[in-house]
């Protein structure tokens, strides 16, 4: 077993129970207890569980996907107002990327009175909600993730390198304190990646509950994007970095 396979086993087992020992952890996965404090520390030192005697415990991250009917419900007036003002950077004809999300759900709820618009997205109730409207719709293929409706891939590298994508709208389940975008798999942060490069502009649709967590896999820091609308109120300092990086911050009031 590969050292990211060990850690992906050991926070499964986190997730599902809360706790872990280490001699336990050691017997199932055919290695040392030596190996397994190694691979504890490795995970503390990512913030994504808490050492204990002879063991550990969760931390504040997250390592899996919620439910998506759990995270819809949770802080929607502010995602709808996120939403709104996503909504209005589109002036005209434009090609856009929806990432899987509830936030960028709502976005698309707002944009399926357009008819002027090629949108692309992974995101299984996204496309459903917009495949009948006016507007252009294309759906990257590949496996379903069953929890979030998204598409987890790699098949999508060569047609999304081939479009002209004039705004990407991404969302986040976790940043850090570090304000690295983070998420629980490979296959997300390598699509939000490219994504981020190739956009005319990327935009980042994100509330204040999703700051202060960190997921498995970083992805890039928010001063990578061009746009950043949220309800998190930055310190006067880190809205100076941002400013003089060029990226413009829309603060939505609760």
């Known amino acids: 077993m590969l050292p990211i396979e060990r850690r992906k086993y050991i926070m499964d087992k986190l997730n599902l129970n809360g706790s872990v020992k280490v001699e336990e952890l050691a017997k199932e996965m055919n290695v040392t207890p030596m190996t397994v404090r190694r691979d504890l520390d490795k995970l503390e030192a990512e913030d994504l569980l808490k050492r204990t ?31 709104q003002s996503a909504s209005e950077l589109i ?4 090609t856009i990327f929806l990432d899987a999300g ?15 618009l090629v949108i692309i997205t992974g995101d299984l ?6 495949y009948r409207t006016e507007n252009e719709v294309h759906f990257l293929g590949g496996k379903l993730e069953k929890k979030t409706g998204a598409v987890l891939s790699v098949e999508w590298n060569t047609f999304i390198e081939r479009i002209n994508i004039d705004y990407a709208f991404l969302g986040g389940s976790a940043i850090t304190n570090q304000y690295y975008l983070t998420t629980p798999t490979f296959e997300k942060a390598k699509l939000k990646s490219k994504l981020i ?8 649709l994100v509330d204040e509950s999703k700051f202060g967590v960190k ?40």
């Not at 002036?91 to 434009?94: A, D, L, T, Y």
């Not at 960028?104 to 008819?115: D, F, M, P, S, V």
């Not at 109120?233 to 003089?244: A, D, S, T």
């Open 197 to 204: 490069e190739l956009a005319d502009k990327s935009v980042l």
């Open 102 to 116: 509830t936030t960028t759900y709502e976005l698309a709820n707002i944009l399926k009175n357009r008819n002027d």
């Open 53 to 83: 005697h002879g063991g550990a415990v969760l931390s504040t991250s997250l390592y899996f996907e919620e439910e998506y009917d759990v995270k819809k419900e949770k802080n929607i007036e502010i995602k709808k107002k996120i939403a």
């Open 215 to 254: 997921s498995l896999v970083k992805i890039a820091h928010i001063k990578d994007f061009d746009v950043i609308i949220t309800n998190k109120v930055f310190n006067n300092e880190f809205m100076k970095e941002l400013k003089e990086k060029g990226v413009e911050v829309r603060l939505i009031g609760g």
């Open 91 to 94: 002036k005209g004809p434009s």
């Open 125 to 130: 109730k996204i496309a459903s909600l917009l």
